[in-house]
């Protein structure tokens, strides 16, 4: 005769559910504070190992529940009340220690703001400056002094200027617009290059804002395969 099977265990009624929950409740109360510097570490080691995947739900959920968002962002909230001034001693702290890493990222994320939409970028700075005036010119004054450093003195005389403007035809060096020309290097200031007219070239404030920190090499490589670009995609 075979051997006599097991009958399964019955499930748990809603009470026993219960008292269980009431048992790790007490069990917790009585033991919290002497495994709580090791439950810190094992939830750190989980979140570590588990970061992307935790940090894609929490994306989703807040996205999609809204409940779930207004509660995030009130405990947020409260959370740092409870803690400005610590916040802001460690805000200064990581910027102090990590500040050219922070300035070359938010650097590159206004560059592709504005490349995603010109139009937008260039009309929020135009508010930005109507509301803060001040701050407006002293960066400007700051930027000022900031190229007469580079330049170390070196520097092209307007003779020089409009011999160039002449044989570019008055025309923007890049696209050959002839609105709002103005000056711009061939090699930035801020990469080592000069003031002397050897390294300057008329271009129109659009081409000119939009070629930023790169060399005329990089921007021309960037105009080429936008051109190709639109050569394979017309419209």
Not at 16 to 24: D, E, K, N, V
Not at 96 to 120: F, V
Not at 184 to 204: F, K, T, Y
Request: charged share 40%; net charge positive.
């Amino acid at each position: 005769m075979g051997e006599q099977e097991r009958e399964p265990h019955p499930q748990r009624t809603e009470a026993q559910r219960a008292a269980a929950r009431a048992a790790s409740r007490r069990w917790r109360e009585r033991n919290g504070k002497a495994h709580a510097p090791r439950r810190r570490q094992l939830d750190r080691e989980r979140y570590a190992a588990n970061r992307d995947a935790v940090l894609s739900a929490k994306r989703e959920r807040y996205a999609n529940d809204h409940a779930f968002a207004e509660r995030t962002r009130a405990s947020n909230a409260a959370w740092y009340q409870r803690n400005r001034d610590k916040r802001r001693e460690y805000n200064q702290r990581y910027r102090q220690e990590h500040g050219d890493e922070l300035r070359a990222r938010e650097r590159e994320r206004n560059r592709r703001k504005y490349a995603e939409d010109p139009r937008a970028q260039l009309d929020y700075y135009k508010q930005w400056r109507l509301r803060n005036l001040e701050r407006a010119r002293a960066y400007v004054r700051v930027a000022g002094n900031k190229r007469r450093a580079a330049a170390a003195g070196t520097h092209f005389t307007f003779e020089e200027w409009e011999y160039l403007l002449q044989y570019h035809a008055g025309r923007c060096a890049y696209c050959g617009s002839g609105d709002r020309i103005e000056a711009d290097h061939r090699i930035p200031l801020c990469r080592g290059g000069s003031n002397e007219i050897g390294n300057i070239l008329p271009a129109c404030r659009h081409c000119n804002r939009r070629k930023h920190r790169r060399t005329e090499e990089e921007f021309r490589m960037l105009l080429q395969a936008e051109r190709a670009a639109q050569l394979l995609c017309p419209g």
